[in-house]
């Protein structure tokens, strides 16, 4: 088991200073009234892995108002190796964050996998089946960082590439004159490449997470179904991917003049989705009920924590926002049955500390009180 032993905030969010010591493993709940700061102490945490959290903000805003210094967050990580220092902050100098490992700067946010994993489920996160194809889009490829870091890089480069290659063909849209070929070229072959590559990483984790949700049989959390979406995913199925490659490439070439109105690029990874059906009942996640919903994404967070497990032999830190609030007495209870038998470190928060009645004596309670713990 690998969890959180100390954890500190620095000029972070609402929490001008924050230390919490000797925290165990298992459960930790916290509980206070809506803006008290639970959730800023869950996004804290969540910058222990790449990305921009779990809210998705800007690194500028994470920043405690009227703070002189830059926001850090800081960790003694307690591992079967020994205790590990990790810690990340907001660069004064730019807008980034930095990483830090044992006192030396890491190269980047991925170095963070190695020694630690997130999982979390946000109230969000709950129109997940109701919003666009995007949101879905970055959910899943959430859940693909965590195994193949360099993912998020891939995903980088296609976008700044497909940005490139947008520019330069509505600047010569406007400009009523020929683009230059040899540039849109080079920029179409770097998004046939690494956009492959990003269709390929979906589709094999969707197909794994696909295994643990057929295995995982619970009578609370319903088995979901699901498929990555998408036309190189789907050329995947049929073709190897160096001839979806040059498919690829030949597609944005022979799109370039209507992408010169439209901007981005008529197909490709950006356009991906993920399908989720209800397996049982052979029904779009979207017609489920919201409590179906709710279920389905509980189900595939627990079987992304088992996956995980499974392929670091240590599972994620679980962190929870406000999820006990819209589940029965007995699917809550069952949920953290569940949990706890992951044998990790998982964090709770709420506004009623009688949600989480059924972990008396298996918890350890914080509450939260205008950005005051105790």
């Avoid at 489920?288 to 967070?301: R, V, W, Y």
């Avoid at 996956?307 to 953290?336: C, N």
Wanted: proline share 3%; with cysteine; charged share 25%.
């Amino acid at each position: 088991m690998r969890y959180i032993h100390d954890l500190k905030l620095y000029n972070f969010r609402s929490y001008s200073s924050l230390l919490l010591k000797d925290i165990e493993a298992g459960f930790n709940v916290f509980f206070g009234a809506n803006g008290a700061g639970k959730t800023n102490i869950l996004e804290a945490l969540s910058l222990f892995s790449p990305g921009k959290g779990l809210r998705g903000a800007k690194y500028s805003e994470m920043q405690n108002v009227g703070a002189p210094a830059p926001w850090v967050v800081s960790a003694n990580l307690a591992t079967e190796y020994g205790p590990i220092q990790i810690g990340t902050g907001l660069d004064g100098q730019a807008e980034k964050r930095v990483v830090r490992i044992q006192g030396e700067s890491a190269k980047g946010q991925s170095a963070m996998s190695e020694h630690i994993s997130c999982v979390w489920l946000t109230p969000q996160m709950d129109r997940l089946f109701l919003d666009s194809s995007s949101h879905r889009r970055k959910f899943l490829d959430r859940l693909v960082f965590t195994f193949d870091p360099a993912h998020s890089g891939r995903v980088t480069r296609y976008e700044n590439a497909m940005r490139q290659r947008s520019k330069v063909l509505q600047q010569a849209y406007r400009d009523n004159r020929d683009y230059d070929p040899l540039w849109l070229t080079g920029l179409e072959k770097q998004m046939a490449e690494t956009g492959v590559s990003i269709a390929a990483a979906r589709t094999e984790f969707v197909r794994n997470l696909q295994g643990v949700c057929n295995s995982f049989d619970n009578p609370y959390f319903p088995r979901a179904s699901l498929r990555a979406k998408g036309t190189l995913e789907e050329l995947l199925n049929s073709a190897p991917a160096l001839e979806i490659e040059e498919v690829f490439r030949y597609q944005l070439e022979e799109s370039r003049k209507v992408d010169q109105v439209t901007g981005g690029a008529a197909t490709g990874p950006h356009k991906g989705d993920l399908d989720v059906y209800m397996a049982d009942k052979n029904m779009p996640a979207e017609h489920c009920s919201t409590g179906e919903q709710k279920a389905l994404l509980i189900g595939i967070i627990l079987a992304h924590s088992h996956l995980i497990l499974g392929e670091k032999g240590f599972a994620p830190l679980l962190l929870f926002d406000e999820v006990a609030a819209h589940l029965d007495d007995q699917r809550r209870k069952g949920l953290f049955d569940l949990l706890e038998d992951l044998k990790t470190q998982i964090w709770l928060t709420g506004t009623d500390e009688n949600l989480f009645s059924a972990l008396q004596g298996r918890a350890r309670f914080y509450c939260v009180d205008q950005s005051s713990v105790r």
